[in-house]
Nanobody
Framework: QAHFVESGGGLVQPGGALRLSCTAAGLGSYINVVAWYRQPPGKQREVVADVSFGGAPTYQDSVKGRFTISRDNAKDTVYLQMNNVEPDETGIYYC????????WGPGTQVTVSS
């Protein structure tokens, strides 16, 4: 069972950029699909993007053209490049397998505010 650890969050102004990272030991050693999830304050967690073992991405419509998900299997790491961020994208960002319902990491807080 992978233990995901997220990093890279912080305070960013609207229109700014952040790069999130997620690591889990051995993540690049077996076939899997990893997703970035977002949980806004007071709301449920939702999928933002996911990436297959081979690097094929899928995005939520609202982030297409602005966010890029990628992975480096040699480093057991998945990234989320967030460009032109918007205030309603504030929340805690988690990574986990797609369709996961347990074993969540601590997440990383992203606050989009001027």
């Amino acid at each position: 069972q992978a233990h995901f650890v997220e990093s890279g969050g912080g305070l960013v102004q609207p229109g700014g950029a952040l790069r999130l990272s997620c690591t889990a030991a051995g993540l690049g050693s077996y076939i899997n699909v990893v997703a970035w999830y977002r949980q806004p304050p007071g709301k449920q967690r939702e999928v933002v993007a996911d990436v297959s073992f081979g690097g094929a991405p899928t995005y939520q419509d609202s982030v297409k053209g602005r966010f890029t998900i990628s992975r480096d299997n040699a480093k057991d790491t998945v990234y989320l490049q967030m460009n032109n961020v918007e205030p309603d994208e504030t929340g805690i960002y988690y990574c986990n397998y797609i369709l996961a319902d347990r074993d969540w990491g601590p997440g990383t807080q992203v606050t989009v505010s001027s």
